[in-house]
C-alpha cells in the first residue's frame, strides 16, 4: 500500500466493555476523529495499526483515557475532513454485534484468545477510483500485512461472509425475472480471469443458502403501478459490501432494468437491496438452521439462539442495514420467514419484534377515530403482503385463503375411486372416453371450487404394489394432456418416480406430488429443480407394502418426528436446488401413522406449524381409514362428512399467519363440500 491510498469511510467494529477515548489522527491524510468505546490493553494498537493501512502517514493521539465500562449500545461519531469539506456519521453499535464475529475464531486467531482481546475494524478504502474493502483484527501479535494478504488477487476476501438480499419485481414474468437474477447472481464473477490466484477455475463469489418465501404486495410510494413479487434470499458470499452492490447492479442491467432512466421506487423487472451484511451465531452456539443442516435433530430441546445482525456501514452509495427495513411489510415479513430472531444491530431488537411493532403501527394507523359522539371509520388499510406459490406461464396460487386440491386417481386400484374412469380395456388399450371421462370430472371439481387437480396413476394405500413407470406415464399423460387443452386450472402430478415428473410437467402439469418426499426415486429433487416448479414434499416411512409397520416414534411425539423429518426433506431439496418458495410440505395423514398418529397430527397441526414455519402445508385425511375406524363406516365413499371435520378441526387448530392468512390446502375427493367448509371456516377465522 502507497500513500496514495485516500480514505473513503469507515465502518465500525467494537467489543463489549467499553473506554472512552477520543483519537484524532494527523498528517497529510483526511483526519478522521472517533469517540469510540472498548475495553482491553489492544485499543490504541487496534486504531494504530488500522490507520496505518488507512493512511500511513497519519499519527494517532490518546487524549482521554478511563476505565469506565458498560455492556450497552454506544454511539459511534466518525469525522472525516478533507480540504473541502467535513462530514459526520454518527452510528450506533451494540457490544453483542461487534463481539460476535471475532468469536468464530477468523484470521486464524484462537478462539479462546478472540473472547479476551481480539478488536476489529471493517474499513471501506477508495483505491484510484475502486471501492475495496479491508477487514484487520488484532490480539497483541497483529499483522497489519495479514489484513491485505487476507484478499486474493482478485480484492476478493478469501473469508465467506452472509448477507440478506430483498429481491422484487412487477413487470413482466415476476418469479421468472426473481429466478433469472438468482441465476446470474450465483454465476456471477469480479473481473474476466480466473480465481485472482492464477488458477483457470473460478470459486463462486454468492451462493444462495436460503430463501423465503414470495409474497405479492401493493406498490409503496409510486402506487400508480402493478403489484410486487417480493421475497428475501440468503447468500453466502466472498465479495465485500460494495462488490456485492455492484454485483447486484450488473445483475440487474443484464435483467432489463434501466438504472440511468429508470423512475425512482417506479415499475421495475428486479430491485434488488443489501439488507443486513455480515449475519453471525452467538460464539459456541448455533441456530437451528445450522444444527439442522448438520443433521442434529434435538427437537423441542433445542435453543433458538439469536443471530447478529452483522455489521452497520453509512457511505454515500450504501447503508447497511438497510435504511428504510422498518417500514416495510414486503421486506420485514420474508425476512421473518428466514429468521425473526436476527437482531438489529441498530435498534437492537429482533426481526420479530420489528414487525410486530410494524403491525401494531398499521392497526393505529387504521382504527376507527371519533368526532365528537359519532365513530368514523378510518379509510380502508392498504391491501397486506399475500404469500403465494408461483406456477409455470406467469400464474400462483393466491395462500391467503384456504385452498382446496380435487384428487383425480385414473388408477384402477386407488382405496376410494380405484377404476372409476375404466381407464384400462381388458387388452391393455387405453379408452379414449375414459380419459373424456376423467377430464369432465376435473372440470366439474374446478366448478365446485377446486384450486388445484392432483392427477395420480399409481395407488399408494397400504400395501399398493409398486408398477411400471410406463403404465403410470400411460394413465396420466393423455388426462393432463386433455385437461390443458380446456382449462389453465393448475395441475399437480402424484407421482414418486422422476421420469413420471418429467413427461407430465412437459405435458402441461404445474405441481410435483411426492408421497415419499423425495426418498423413492434418487433423481426426483434434481429432475425438479431442473423442472424449476413447485414440489410437495409428504412425510412416509417405507414403502406403501410396508409403511403401517413403522408407526412407532421417538417418545411417542409424533409431531415434533414428522416437523424435523420434513424440514430434513425441505432442506434436502433446498440444496437440490428446489427453493422454499417452490416448496409445500404435507404431514402424511394415514402414511406410517396408526390411529393415535394420525388425531395427534392433527389436533397438533398448530405445533407442527410452529415447529416447520411459514411453509404452506397440505393436508390429506379424505377418505382415510382413522375416519372409518372412528365412525364405523366400511366404505370409503361414505366418510365424507368425517373428511370435513377432519379438515376443519385440523386448520382451526393453526393460528392464522401474520397477515391473517392460512397457508394450507387441502386435498380431498369431494371438493364442493370441504370448499363450502373452508370458506366459512376463514371468514369465521379472520373475522375482526
Keep these: 500500500m502507497t500513500n496514495s491510498i485516500r480514505m473513503g469511510s469507515l465502518v465500525q467494529y467494537a467489543a463489549a466493555g467499553v473506554r472512552n477515548t477520543h483519537y484524532r489522527t494527523t498528517g497529510s491524510s483526511p483526519l478522521l476523529s472517533a469517540a469510540t468505546t472498548y475495553t482491553g490493553t489492544t485499543h490504541r494498537s487496534l486504531l494504530q495499526r488500522s490507520m496505518s493501512i488507512l493512511a500511513p502517514s497519519s499519527r494517532l493521539h490518546s487524549t482521554k483515557d478511563n476505565e469506565a465500562s458498560s455492556s450497552s449500545i454506544q454511539s459511534w461519531h466518525f469525522t472525516t475532513c478533507t480540504k473541502s469539506s467535513t462530514t459526520t456519521q454518527s452510528i450506533l453499535l451494540s457490544p453483542h454485534d461487534a463481539r460476535e464475529r471475532i468469536m468464530r475464531g477468523r484470521f486464524g486467531i484462537h478462539k479462546e484468545e478472540a473472547r479476551s482481546s481480539t478488536r476489529r475494524i471493517f474499513s471501506t478504502i477508495a483505491r484510484g477510483g475502486a471501492t475495496t474493502t479491508t477487514t484487520t483484527a488484532t490480539d497483541g501479535s497483529f499483522d497489519a500485512n495479514e489484513a491485505i494478504d487476507n484478499k486474493s488477487g482478485d480484492g476478493v476476501s478469501k473469508k465467506t461472509e452472509i448477507a440478506y438480499i430483498a429481491v422484487g419485481s412487477n413487470l413482466g414474468d415476476r418469479f421468472v425475472n426473481i429466478r433469472n437474477a438468482m441465476e446470474l447472481l450465483e454465476s456471477y464473477h469480479l473481473g474476466e480471469d480466473g480465481g485472482g490466484d492464477g488458477s483457470s477455475e473460478r470459486r463462486p463469489m454468492i451462493q444462495i443458502r436460503h430463501t423465503s418465501h414470495l409474497h405479492q404486495t401493493a406498490a409503496m410510494y409510486v402506487t400508480d403501478q402493478p403489484a410486487f413479487l417480493n421475497g428475501v434470499i ?38 434488488m437491496d443489501i439488507l443486513f451484511y455480515g449475519v453471525v451465531s452467538p460464539p459456541g452456539k448455533k441456530h437451528a438452521e445450522e444444527n439442522y443442516d448438520d443433521g442434529n435433530r434435538s427437537g423441542s430441546n433445542h435453543e433458538d439462539v439469536p443471530r447478529s445482525g452483522g455489521c452497520i456501514l453509512q457511505t454515500p452509495d450504501l447503508e447497511i442495514p438497510h435504511p428504510r427495513l422498518e417500514e416495510r411489510e414486503f421486506v ?21 419484534e420489528l414487525f410486530k411493532r410494524w403491525n401494531t403501527r398499521e392497526r393505529q394507523n387504521h382504527a376507527t377515530t371519533s368526532t365528537s359522539e359519532i365513530a368514523v371509520p378510518s379509510p380502508p388499510p392498504p391491501p397486506r403482503a399475500v404469500r403465494v406459490l408461483p406456477l409455470p406461464r406467469n400464474r400462483m396460487l393466491f395462500l391467503n385463503e384456504t385452498l382446496v386440491m380435487g384428487i383425480l386417481n385414473v388408477t384402477p386400484d386407488s382405496f376410494s375411486d380405484g377404476g372409476r374412469f375404466d381407464f384400462e380395456l381388458g387388452d391393455g388399450s387405453r379408452s379414449c372416453a375414459s380419459v373424456e371421462r376423467a377430464t369432465q370430472e376435473a372440470l366439474q371439481m374446478v366448478t365446485d371450487g377446486a384450486s388445484i387437480i392432483d392427477i395420480g396413476g399409481e395407488s399408494t394405500r397400504p400395501g399398493a404394489k409398486e408398477i411400471h413407470t410406463q403404465e403410470e406415464l400411460e394413465r396420466t399423460i393423455p388426462v393432463i394432456q386433455s385437461i390443458r387443452q380446456v382449462s389453465d386450472i393448475p395441475i399437480s402430478i402424484d407421482t414418486r418416480h422422476a421420469t413420471v415428473a418429467k413427461a407430465a410437467i412437459e405435458a402441461g402439469a404445474d405441481i410435483v406430488n411426492d408421497v415419499s418426499g423425495g426418498t423413492f426415486d434418487p433423481d ?42 420434513l424440514l430434513e426433506r425441505s432442506m434436502e431439496a433446498e440444496r437440490a436446488g428446489i427453493p422454499r418458495w417452490l416448496q409445500v410440505l404435507d404431514p402424511g395423514i394415514g402414511f406410517a401413522k396408526d390411529l393415535g398418529g394420525n388425531l395427534q397430527l392433527l389436533k397438533h397441526m398448530g405445533k407442527l406449524r410452529e415447529l416447520v414455519g411459514p411453509f404452506p402445508l397440505l393436508l390429506g385425511p379424505s377418505r382415510k381409514g382413522f375416519i372409518g375406524t372412528i365412525t364405523g363406516e366400511t366404505e370409503p365413499k361414505e366418510r365424507d362428512y368425517g373428511t370435513v371435520a377432519s379438515c376443519v378441526a385440523a386448520v382451526c387448530r393453526m393460528n392464522p399467519d401474520e397477515n391473517g392468512g392460512s397457508s394450507n390446502i387441502l386435498r380431498v375427493h369431494n371438493v364442493k363440500g370441504v370448499k363450502q367448509a373452508a370458506m366459512i371456516m376463514d371468514a369465521i377465522r379472520q373475522a375482526e
Excluded: W
Excluded at 236 to 262: W, Y
Excluded at 345 to 350: E, L
Design 524 to 565: 426426483m429433487l434434481s429432475t425438479v429443480a431442473e423442472l424449476k416448479v413447485p414440489m410437495i414434499l409428504m412425510h412416509m416411512r417405507g414403502t406403501p407394502q410396508t409403511m403401517q409397520g413403522l408407526t412407532h416414534y421417538r417418545n411417542n411425539d409424533v409431531v415434533s418426528d414428522v416437523a424435523f423429518a
Design 234 to 271: 440468503c447468500i453466502d458470499t466472498t465479495l465485500s459490501p460494495h462488490e456485492l452492490l455492484v454485483a447486484l447492479k450488473e445483475v440487474e442491467q443484464r435483467i432489463g432494468r434501466d438504472l440511468k432512466n429508470g423512475i425512482r421506487n417506479g415499475p421495475r423487472l428486479i430491485d
Design 332 to 352: 420485514l415479513l420474508p425476512l421473518c420467514e428466514l429468521d425473526q430472531t436476527v437482531v438489529h444491530p441498530i435498534h437492537n431488537v429482533t426481526l420479530g
